[in-house]
């Protein structure tokens, strides 16, 4: 859905540049520095003394406001994050990098001079990966950008589609929004967390980069899309909604068992997007944004992995019956289309490179052991891959790759033939990697893995 661009008058620049700063000056000492205050002063004040200008309609008016410098100053600041966010000051330059939007050209400080600094340059260099399944490393931009990896990936993805400028969506709101989800997901989970809700989000976006899908959706639909990935884990639990079902937990008396962690996730993701400061998506007409908060949820649920097999046949009857052209797809199978996307993204990780993809199965299999524990402390059955006594690692993994992974992405070759032989490619590398594996002790079974040949 297609948008027309109207500019963006001067005094809403300059409102909008002086809210950020008011919000920064706010921040921790560790966060901006003294001198870093300072000269945010001496921007206040320039801006308001450009902003009275603006409106008063001064005979200087047009030469002030067409000043290459202020227009570069303002649309920095307006574009950073309203609230202190990851990698603040890459934001402008990372962001320049996607062929829709324009560069914002001009960063606060131009030095390193904290230790913070030293991972912008970096952190950027590491973004600029962002369409890449095997070069982009999820684990190292958690580090980079100090524990804050789904914010950065969700906002460049959405800046990378160009969906920011084009829905005209409140920066300040979505960051917030984002933060919020990000602390949401801050949990001790080795597997569940905002990690891995980037890594889905950097996979889908990934898949959709540079296909003839893609150009085929509307707006509000890749906008459904990325906010789904980012939230569709968000308060996990760190067990599974059977867990959830046999300890008759709270939140599976209010779901009635029926995808629980799924229904949870949805529901508090649009709990914290109702806070005033958070909802970013009130610019859209009502219309637009029922549209989105019907496909977000119907997003999320379709991640419960009781419903792969549904998911996979009916996506593949509608690819065979309707072809490539999304025009030719009835509202109901293009839902069912979006669903596919998010739910391959999300079991994915096991096809990143085999370095990657070992972090990834060290992870989940500690958080099922886990559950596992906590399921024989109550005296519930236990399935094998959650109890230690019987867990078989390369078993599962094997398994895992076969019946779940391959089948997804065979199937999604009908609409993302490059990103699915990558994937593919990679699953196979995994599957002959496990297949080689002895029955090694947990501990040491991720530390050095054998070389995988042709």
């Not at 859905?1 to 919000?23: F, G």
């Not at 901006?32 to 005979?59: F, I, K, N, Q, Y």
């Not at 999320?300 to 996979?312: F, R, Y």
């Not at 079991?347 to 886990?370: C, F, H, Y």
């Amino acid at each position: 859905m297609e948008r027309r661009s109207h500019p963006v008058p001067i005094t809403a620049d300059v409102t909008r540049s002086l809210d950020v700063i008011r919000r920064l000056q706010g921040a921790p000492q560790e966060v901006v520095s003294a001198s870093e205050r300072t000269a945010l002063g001496h921007l206040s004040d320039w801006l308001s003394d450009l902003g009275v200008a603006s409106a008063g309609g001064s005979s200087d008016d047009e030469d002030l406001v067409d000043d290459a410098k202020a227009r570069s100053y303002l649309h920095a600041i307006r574009d950073q994050y309203a609230r202190h966010s990851v990698a603040p000051l890459v934001h402008g330059r990372l962001f320049g990098q996607s062929p829709k939007v324009q560069p914002n050209g001009v960063l606060l400080r131009g030095q390193v001079s904290s230790k913070d600094d030293l991972l912008e340059a970096p952190l950027a260099t590491e973004m600029e990966k962002l369409d890449q399944w095997e070069g982009f490393d999820i684990f190292e931009v958690a580090r980079l950008s100090r524990g804050r990896p789904l914010e950065t990936v969700t906002l460049a993805a959405l800046q990378r589609f160009g969906l920011v400028e084009k829905l005209r969506l409140p920066l300040a709101k979505l960051a917030a929004f984002l933060q919020d989800v990000e602390a949401a997901y801050a949990t001790p989970n080795p597997y569940h967390n905002s990690t891995h809700a980037a890594d889905v989000t950097q996979g889908l976006a990934t898949m959709l980069a540079g296909n003839a899908v893609t150009a085929q959706l509307t707006d509000l639909e890749l906008l459904a899309l990325v906010l789904a990935a980012a939230v569709h884990d968000v308060g996990h639990p760190g067990v599974s909604n059977e867990f959830l079902v046999l300890t008759h937990a709270e939140a599976a008396l209010t779901y009635n068992d029926s995808s629980v962690n799924e229904n949870m996730h949805a529901s508090l993701a649009f709990r914290l997007l109702r806070k005033p400061a958070n909802s970013f998506l009130e610019v859209l007409p009502d219309n637009d944004y029922r549209f989105v908060r019907r496909t977000m949820i119907s997003l999320v649920l379709g991640t419960d992995m009781a419903l792969h097999s549904e998911i996979i046949k009916d996506f593949a009857a509608s690819a065979r019956l309707f072809g490539g052209d999304l025009g030719a797809w009835p509202a109901e199978k293009r839902a069912t289309l979006l669903q596919m996307l998010v739910h391959c993204a999300d079991i994915g990780n096991p096809a990143r490179p085999l370095a990657v993809s070992l972090k990834w199965t060290a992870r989940i299999v500690e958080e099922q052991l886990a559950e596992g524990d906590r399921e024989r402390a109550l005296g519930l059955p236990s399935s094998a891959i959650r109890d230690r006594s019987r867990v078989d690692v390369p078993s599962s993994q094997v398994a895992f790759l076969a019946f779940v992974v391959r089948p997804a992405f065979e199937a999604a070759r009908a609409v993302l033939p490059a990103a699915a032989a990558t994937v593919l490619a990679n699953a196979e590398l995994a599957r002959r990697h496990w297949s080689r594996c002895a029955a090694h002790p947990l501990d040491d079974m991720f530390q050095a893995p054998p070389a995988v040949s042709e």
